[in-house]
């Protein structure tokens, strides 16, 4: 069965530091990927998508993410993290294999110290 | 317009009440999901509604009752619900149910009393 996992519940980065999170999944064919973000009560808001092509893709608030086949993984980085990127950010996969379901990752919690 | 609408923001109810939940998007877009969240959990699937039609159920209780009048509106009507279904329940919108991004709404947060 296809699964999202990423393995940081909670990440802390101080301001301007450099941000890497951390997705990986489980398909048996290539999928497509998203990196969404949600603040406190709020929708989740699209920062990037990957469904082929170039492998390095760019998103919104100077986010980009790497898809790496070998790895099985999509990870999201971001050079300087601001003060409102704290909020939860979650990966999801789908695939038509799946019926284009999409399946979310259980979430990671960026914190921001100024 | 590259919004989904959904009202109300906040709903409290009775595990006697019955009420709806709405979702509104005018992108044109010809498939629409409802989505439960519940605190510190990522989002799950509940309904899939493509070209208005139906085309997705994972299983939900049938206290949750799903309707799409027509290609822009999505409802959720709620009867007899469970304080364990409290949540923040999301609508979301896409071109259609392919591979396709997915626009999220805000959220109701729902409380059951």
């Known amino acids: 069965a296809q699964s999202v996992t990423q393995p940081d519940i909670h990440i802390t980065v101080s301001e301007g530091a450099s941000l890497e999170l951390r997705c990986n999944y489980s398909?048996?064919?290539?999928?497509?990927l998203f990196w969404y973000v949600q603040s406190p009560g709020q929708g989740l808001q699209l920062l990037l998508k990957?469904?082929?092509?170039?492998?390095l893709v760019q998103g919104i608030k100077g986010f980009e993410a790497e898809f790496k086949r070998s790895q099985s993984s999509f990870n999201l980085r971001k050079p300087s993290v601001h003060w409102s990127d704290a909020a939860e950010y979650f990966c999801a996969v789908g695939a038509p294999e799946y019926g284009n379901k999409l399946v979310f990752g259980a979430g990671t919690i960026l914190r921001v110290k100024s | 317009d590259t919004e989904v609408t959904q009202t109300p923001k906040h709903l409290v109810m009775g595990m006697t009440n019955k009420k709806s939940l709405k979702c509104e998007q005018h992108?044109?877009?010809?498939?629409m999901y409802w989505y439960k969240q519940k605190a510190k959990k990522p989002p799950e699937l509940m309904f899939v509604y493509s070209y208005e039609k139906l085309s997705i159920n994972e299983s939900v209780p049938s206290r949750f009752s799903p309707e799409c009048p027509n290609s822009s509106l999505l409802n959720l009507h709620l009867h007899a619900l469970q304080p364990e279904d409290s949540a923040l329940y999301l609508c979301a919108s896409s071109r259609d149910s392919g591979a396709n991004v997915l626009t999220f709404g805000a959220g109701s947060r729902l409380t059951v009393l």
């Open positions: 992108m044109g877009h010809r498939a």
């Open positions: 990957y469904f082929s092509g170039d492998t």
């Open positions: 398909y048996g064919a290539t999928p497509y």
